[in-house]
C-alpha cells in the first residue's frame, strides 16, 4: 500500500463552522494571539487563557465532521494514511481516520502546568467534565491547563511527523496558510519524488520553491477532486 500523508489547518474544519485564525474575521482577529495562545500569555493571566479554551471545547462539542474530514478517512482504505493536523479540534477522529498526529495539542485534553508533556499528567475532558478551572490539579500537582501547544514552546510531536512525512509516496495539504514553524517545515522532509498536492481557495506560498498540484478550491470540493485522481492511480 501507497505511503498516503496529509498535513491539514484550520480550512479543513472551516465549513465545519470553525474559525480559522488568519483569514479576515479569523480568530487572531477577535483575540491577541500573544495573549491566548503563548506560554507567556498563559504565565500572566491563566484565567483569562484557561476561560478562552473553555469557551472553544464548548463550541466544538457544537461542530461535527464535513466531508473533507470523511474522505480523508475514506482514504484509509486505499492508502496508508497519515494525517498529521495542526488542529486542536477532534473533527479528524471523529470523522474515522485512525493515524493522527495533533502538532499542536488537542482541545479535548488538558495537562500539568509544571509538565505538560509528562503523559502520566495528561487527561482526557468529557461533555461532564468539560471546563478546566483554577484550581483543578494534575497528577503532579499543578495546576490544570489546556494541552495546547502555545508559542514558545517545544513541538514534540514534530519528529513523529517528520517521520511519516518522510516515508510519503504522496503528500496532501489542506487549509493551511503554513505561517507556523515548525509544522511548515514539514514538506521539506517529503522525498522529491513524493506527489505532493495543495487544496486552498487562496494561493498559499509553499516554502523550498516545491513542484506542486495546486486545486485551487475549499477542503469538500477538492477533496472530491483529489479522490478521483488518487483512485484513478489505483
Ligand atoms: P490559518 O488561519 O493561518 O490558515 C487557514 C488556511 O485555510 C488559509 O490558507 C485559508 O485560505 C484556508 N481556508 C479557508 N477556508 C477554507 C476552506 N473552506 N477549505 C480549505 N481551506 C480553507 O490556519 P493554520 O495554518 O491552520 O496554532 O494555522 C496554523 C496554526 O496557527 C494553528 O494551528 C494555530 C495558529 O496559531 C496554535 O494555536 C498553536
Known amino acids: 500500500m501507497k505511503k498516503l500523508v496529509f498535513l491539514t489547518g484550520a480550512g479543513i474544519s472551516a465549513e465545519s463552522g470553525i474559525s480559522t485564525f488568519r483569514d479576515s474575521d ?9 495573549q ?3 506560554i507567556e500569555g498563559y504565565y500572566r493571566d ?6 478562552f479554551y473553555n469557551k472553544r471545547r464548548e463550541q466544538l462539542l457544537t461542530t461535527v465532521p464535513n466531508e473533507a474530514h470523511k474522505l480523508v478517512a475514506a482514504l484509509d482504505e486505499h ?59 494534575a497528577k503532579d500537582g499543578s495546576q490544570l491547563r489546556p494541552f495546547i501547544v502555545w508559542f514558545g514552546e517545544a513541538v514534540p510531536k514534530m519528529e513523529e511527523a517528520a517521520k511519516a512525512a518522510m516515508e510519503a509516496d504522496i503528500f496532501v495539504i489542506i ?15 517529503v522525498p522529491r519524488d513524493a506527489q505532493l498536492y495543495l ?10 520553491g516545491l513542484d506542486i ?22
Open 26 to 34: 479569523g480568530l487572531w482577529e477577535k483575540y491577541p494571539v500573544e
Open 36 to 38: 491566548v495562545a503563548s
Open 46 to 51: 491563566p484565567a483569562l487563557v484557561i476561560d
Open 79 to 137: 492508502f496508508d494514511t497519515t494525517v498529521v493536523t495542526q488542529n486542536v479540534d477532534d473533527l479528524h477522529e471523529r470523522a474515522g481516520s485512525k493515524h493522527i498526529i495533533h502538532l499542536h495539542g488537542e482541545l479535548m485534553k488538558a495537562t500539568s502546568s509544571a509538565n505538560p508533556n509528562d503523559p502520566r499528567c495528561i487527561v482526557s475532558l468529557t461533555p461532564d467534565k468539560l471546563n478546566i478551572e483554577i484550581g483543578d490539579k
Open 175 to 189: 487549509g493551511t496558510s503554513l505561517n507556523v514553524y515548525p509544522a511548515a517545515g514539514l514538506v521539506s522532509y
Open 199 to 208: 487544496i486552498d481557495p487562496k494561493p498559499v506560498k509553499v516554502p523550498y
Open 213 to 234: 498540484h495546486t486545486i485551487q478550491k475549499g477542503a469538500t470540493e477538492g477533496m472530491r477532486e483529489l479522490m478521483e485522481i488518487l483512485l484513478a492511480q489505483q
